[in-house]
């Protein structure tokens, strides 16, 4: 069966430190994948694409890696703070003509100062 | 720029009662705009995929009668809850792709809580 599945529900992490959130899916053959950002009752904020034929993608304290044979993505913020708490959601384009996403479950993140 | 909100961000209704919910791209044109929902702590469901000029696409177990949507501008798609239960009570999300070229990511509304009593 199909899946999509981010490492855990819920990840506290101290002020300073790196936070590493993991996206793993299963039996999907992504064009690219995404992460965003949600803050509580609000709607998705867009981060950072990889395509499948990218490794690593950076944005400022923002890494992403995508290894498709593991069919694994790995979300990283360094120098992490108080305000980047929120749940971090990735989501698979399974084809980029139709811009048809799948979502991962999210994981929230809480900064700790 | 890419600036999409949602009308209303918060409904209460009674049973039984029909609800729209208004989502419009601010500062771009989108011939694709897509419906979802999101249950507590929960990730985001697609529905619909709605265009501009025809029928929308919805999801499987979506059913199409009880949330109309209907795509009347490129800047405008609707939701419609129809004879509204307490189970349809979520928050409902869109998003729109910019017809421009060059954009990937999809622009997400604030969200709209619908409660329904």
């Known amino acids: 069966s199909q899946k999509i599945e981010q490492n855990s529900e819920a990840l506290n992490i101290q002020e300073g430190k790196t936070a590493t959130l993991t996206c793993n899916y299963t039996?999907?053959?992504?064009?690219?994948l995404q992460w965003y950002r949600q803050d509580p009752g609000r709607g998705p904020v867009f981060l950072l694409l990889?395509?499948?034929?990218?490794k690593e993608k950076r944005k400022e304290r923002l890494k992403v890696t995508f290894d498709t044979t593991l069919k694994q993505s790995l979300f990283h913020i360094t120098a992490s703070q108080p305000a980047d708490s929120a749940t971090y959601l990735c989501a698979l384009v399974l084809d980029s003509g139709t811009y048809k996403y799948i979502f991962g479950t999210g994981t929230r993140l809480k900064v700790l100062a | 720029g890419a600036v999409v909100s949602q009308h209303p961000s918060r409904v209460i209704c009674k049973s039984g009662t029909s609800v729209k919910i208004e989502c419009r791209s601010l500062?771009?044109?989108?011939?694709?705009m897509f419906w979802y929902r999101q249950f507590p702590k929960k990730s985001l469901m697609l529905m619909a995929t709605s265009n501009e000029g025809s029928k929308a696409t919805y999801e499987q177990g979506v059913e199409k009668d009880k949330f109309l949507i209907n795509h009347a501008s490129l800047t405008l798609s609707t939701l419609t809850v129809t004879s509204a239960h307490p189970e349809d009570s979520s928050f409902y999300i869109c998003s729109a792709i910019p017809l421009a070229v060059g954009y990937n990511e999809q622009f997400f509304g604030p969200g709209t809580r619908l409660t329904v009593l």
């Open positions: 990889i395509r499948e034929n990218e």
């Open positions: 500062d771009f044109q989108a011939t694709t």
């Open positions: 039996n999907y053959s992504p064009a690219y």
